[in-house]
């Protein structure tokens, strides 16, 4: 099994395998609209734009599980986009704990477990994925985007 296998669905509804971005680096973040993290938006959009013509991706995945999210994907996307400008992918709502958890992130940390093992602490976890597919590094919710400059440029 590889992350490349991995089936998603956007905000919009649309389903595709992590396939798409064979070849790129990918961020894949549990965001959450109404979480006190939420500033990090700008950060992650201005990575995401800094980086995106060398093969670099920011994956958004809104996640309830710690009650701090809108209860439809588009309206999590169009707040994302309307009130921090994201323009990278977002997706449907999902769990990334416990068995309900999506495969994506059932398969993420086990790749890179936390402090407490592999479940997700909170809201605004990041995980780098190098071009080759490998989940490299995870970052706690409280890691500003902005400090994990020098781990993307390492990855592409």
């Known amino acids: 099994m590889s992350i490349y296998d991995m089936s998603v669905t956007k905000a919009d509804g649309e ?3 992590l396939d ?9 973040v ?9 500033g990090q938006f700008d950060s992650l959009e201005s990575l995401y734009q800094k980086y995106k013509e060398k093969g670099f991706v ?8 710690f009650k701090q999210e809108l209860d439809d994907a588009v309206e999590a996307e169009q707040s994302c986009r309307l009130n921090y400008g994201v323009t990278f992918p977002m997706h449907q709502i999902v769990h990334v704990n416990g068995s309900e958890a999506h495969p994506l992130f059932q398969f993420i ?9 592999s479940p997700v602490k909170w ?3 990041k ?4 071009k080759k597919g490998k989940v490299v590094k995870r970052f706690s919710p409280q890691t500003k985007p902005e400090s994990l400059e020098e781990d993307i440029q390492r990855v592409l």
Request: hydrophobic residues 35%; charged residues 10%.
């Open 30 to 38: 549990n965001t959450a609209t109404n979480c006190g993290l939420r």
């Open 15 to 17: 389903t595709y395998t």
């Open 58 to 65: 920011v994956l958004g995945f809104p996640s309830n599980q």
């Open 123 to 125: 809201n605004f976890t």
């Open 127 to 130: 995980f780098l994925v190098d």
């Open 20 to 28: 798409e971005y064979q070849g790129n680096a990918m961020l894949i």
């Open 109 to 117: 940390t086990e790749q890179q477990k936390g402090m407490f093992g």
